[in-house]
């Protein structure tokens, strides 16, 4: 059926999204905590077992989150002849949206942003000043950068229900929208 890529940028509300499509009976996968995803840096290709919490200053410019492309892969193939999500972001997901049917990214307004990283508790990311920034920096460019590629954009401010909702029909959206995997 149709494999979706649920992204958007940190604190846009992914995570929570997967735990409601999960709790309606999707298949829907966490990339940061079903391991889909890790830190790499950049400098020798080593994972990073344990990175630091919080992160010392710089330690973003030399160290990304990646999406592990053999785990994409073996998830495309596993989820054919059902609807399935993998939400998340990664640095390096051009390296794997051909695997995807649809796109939806969530977006958010800056004091949306600030708000829930500031009291998210499923994880500590967006608190430290250089991670704040970063998530600051992106957020205003993910429209565009998502509209490029073809994606469904969503307001994900709308109370959480409702932004399921959306998910979901843009998962099932006319057929012909979907990409060809």
């Not at 409601?20 to 830190?39: H, K, M, N, P, S």
């Not at 609807?83 to 969530?106: K, M, R, T, Y």
């Not at 508790?121 to 000043?129: D, E, K, L, V």
């Amino acid at each position: 059926m149709t494999l979706v890529w649920l992204t958007g940028n940190s604190g846009a509300g992914k995570s929570t999204v997967c735990e409601v499509l999960r709790a309606r009976g999707y298949l829907a996968l966490d990339a940061d905590g079903d391991g889909f995803c890790r830190w790499i840096d950049r400098a020798n290709g080593e994972v990073v077992a344990t990175p630091p919490d919080p992160v010392p200053r710089g330690w973003l410019d030399r160290y990304g989150w990646m999406i592990v492309r053999e785990r994409v892969e073996a998830l495309a193939e596993e989820s054919r002849g059902r609807l399935a999500f993998l939400c998340g972001s990664a640095e390096n997901e051009p390296e794997v949206l051909h695997l995807f049917d649809q796109i939806v990214c969530l977006v958010i307004d800056e004091n949306t942003l600030r708000h829930r990283l500031a009291n998210r508790t499923t994880n500590t990311f967006g608190r430290h000043p250089e991670e704040l920034a970063a998530a600051l920096k992106w957020n205003p460019r993910m429209p565009g950068l998502y509209e490029g590629l073809g994606a469904t954009v969503l307001d994900a401010s709308r109370p959480l229900n409702e932004v399921t909702d959306r998910v979901i029909e843009a998962a099932q959206g006319p057929a012909g929208a979907t990409r060809t995997r």
